[in-house]
Structures are given as C-alpha cells and as structure tokens.
C-alpha cells in the first residue's frame, strides 16, 4: 500500500513537469510568432545641402549637315528610257539633259493628230461659207470648231509630252543616286535620279527658350567637326523658326559655304558654337541625388528628420552636378547617399 502510494505520488510528480515543460515552451513559441515591434529605427544617410553658383554658360550645338538643295529628277512623260546621259558622282548644271524617253510613239501620233487638224480647219472654213448661203445651220459649225479646238489642244499636249521626253537637271549639284537604268519603262512621276548641292551646306540645331533669344538672324556662328579636327567653318544664321516644336524647342538653320580642299558630306555630325558666353546664378545639386531620369527627376530632401521625397525638374549638368530649374531652394538639404533604404517620411541619421 504504501509502495503504490509512492508510485503515484511519483506519477504525478512526473506529470506535473511534462506539463509544465510543455507550457513554458508553448509560450515560447507563441512569443516567436509575435511580430517584432521596431521603433525608431533610423536609417543612416548622406546629405548635403543645396547651393547657388555663378557659373559661366556657352551655348554649343550638335548638329548635322544638309545639302544647301537637294533635287528629284522625275520623269514627266511615259515611255522606255532611250537614253541616260550622267552616271552616279557627276557634276551637273542646271538645265542641262540628263535623260531621254522614247517618243517614236508620240510623233506618229502627233503627226495624225496634226492632219486630223488640218481637215477640221478645212471643215470649218467649207460649213462656215455655207452657213452665210444658209446651206448649214449652226449647230453643225459649232460642232466643227469644238471637234477643232480639241484636236489643236490635243496637238499642243502631245509637243509638250515630247518636248518633256528630255528629262532635264532641276539643279546644279553631283548625282547622288540613280534608280533606272536604260531601256526600262517609266511613268509620269518615276524618280530617275536625286541631284545633290554641296556647294554650300546647311546645320539645322534646336534651342531652348531661354536660348533661341540669344541668337539673331544673320550671326555668325562657328563650325568644327570631328573630321577636321584642326579646322573651323564659318556659318551664318539664316533662319529661326517663329514657333517652338512639340518638346518647346526652335529650329534654328544655319548655312556655310563648303570648302574645296575640305570638303563636307552630308550627314556629319558638327558643331555650332554661338560663341556667346554669359555668367549666371543656377541651383546646383549632385547628380547621384536624383533618384531617376532627368526627364522624372526627384531627391529626398531632409525635414525634421525624416526623408521626403520632392519632385524637381533639372536643366544643364555641370560636371558631377546638376542645375534644378524648379522644385528646390538654396539652403534645403537633399540626401545623395543611402536612397535605396527609404521611402517616404522615414527617420534618417544624418551625416555630411
């Protein structure tokens, strides 16, 4: 009796601990699962504040060359190309032929139309002198010298569809491409060539607002180009577009005679230096302080010790920094290192 009591006191004894084993883990677990409460963790930042410099701006352009006029010789009649008269490269003056149509086919149709005129002309003189002796009425004159006129208008169209057989040159300039050859058919309307004048060349180059009322009809502007490293060209504008394109910029058109000994193509790539430098106040960050393109720039600014983030529009870069058209002051602090940790409004441990 007293063994059996001792066992069960011993049971019980044992159970009590597995229990109580088991509760304290039970808790332990439920206090894993517990999310963890952060408060006021503070992300480590650089910042750096905004400044306002005098700097000196000049107003260089990219640009490409043109022909000063560029010409399609087009083939004004139909027929087979009896005869082209140039080859890819040469020089050509205007007026001169450079292609010739076969109209064997319009002369002899020329010819009936001529004798079907003459008949009509005799016609109408026979029904006139019998319309005065009333032998013809009036309504067959009539009919006559209309059927007269459209042969002579008819006659007149088939001299000028001959005289136009002889493709002429538009232009003064060098053939820059060819795309027939002789023998072929071509119609009214086909291209026979393009005609290319390089004895002066164009740049065309877009400005900004701020920069298109520094430039004047008539300035003289100067070119280089990476071709001609050690040599410069003098252009002159010769025009600005009155009204700004759809991303506000002005056309601007500047032309320059080209240079035998260094001759331009069209097509390089040049620079036009407007040779205009002014000094001015501009607001500048560092560029790793934008947090996206230039064309959807923003920055974290640093207020109260939070990161918020402020939306800027940005103009020219100098350097490694940025100038800020809009959106920032000199004096406000943006933050330029550790952006990748923060959104909007987090707290922020600072350094410079």
């Not at 490269?89 to 005129?117: F, H, K, M, W, Y």
């Not at 232009?171 to 027939?180: D, L, W």
Request: hydrophobic letters at 40%; glycine letters at 6%; a positive charge.
């Amino acid at each position: 009796m007293k063994k059996t009591l001792i066992l069960s006191l011993f049971l019980i004894i044992i159970i009590g601990v597995v229990a109580a084993r088991l509760a304290a883990n039970k808790k332990k677990i439920n206090a894993k699962k517990q999310p963890l409460k952060i408060e006021n963790i503070r992300i480590p930042v650089t910042i750096i504040s905004v400044r306002e410099e005098i700097q000196e701006a000049s107003l260089v352009k990219t640009g490409m060359l043109a022909p000063f006029k560029e010409a399609k010789l087009l083939s004004v009649s139909s027929g087979n190309l009896q005869r082209l008269l140039f080859n890819l490269g040469d020089n050509v003056r205007q007026g001169q032929p450079l292609a010739i149509v076969d109209t064997r086919l319009l002369e002899l149709d020329l010819r009936r139309s001529a004798s079907n005129v003459d008949k009509l002309k005799r016609d109408l003189q026979t029904y006139t002198e019998l319309l005065e002796g009333n032998a013809a009425t009036q309504e067959k004159v009539n009919d006559i010298r209309q059927q007269y006129n459209d042969a002579r208008n008819h006659v007149e169209q088939l001299q000028r569809q001959i005289a136009d057989a002889t493709i002429k040159a538009p232009t003064s300039g060098i053939i820059g491409s060819k795309g027939v050859e002789e023998g072929m058919f071509v119609s009214t309307g086909t291209q026979i060539a393009s005609i290319i004048n390089l004895s002066q060349v164009k740049v065309q180059v877009y400005l900004t607002e701020a920069e298109v009322y520094q430039v004047s009809l008539g300035q003289n502007i100067k070119l280089t180009t990476d071709v001609y490293p050690d040599r410069s060209f003098a252009g002159t504008v010769t025009f600005i577009s009155p009204q700004a394109n759809q991303a506000y910029n002005y056309q601007v058109e500047i032309t320059a005679p080209n240079n035998k000994d260094t001759p331009l193509r069209s097509g390089t790539f040049v620079y036009a230096d407007f040779s205009r430098k002014t000094t001015r106040k501009v607001i500048l960050i560092p560029r790793e302080a934008l947090l996206e393109s230039t064309q959807h720039a923003s920055v974290y600014t640093v207020q109260n010790g939070k990161a918020v983030l402020r939306s800027i529009k940005v103009g020219a870069e100098y350097g490694d920094n940025i100038q800020v058209t809009e959106g920032l002051q000199p004096g406000e602090q943006v933050i330029t290192s550790g952006q990748i940790n923060l959104k909007d409004g987090a707290l922020i441990n600072m350094s410079k």
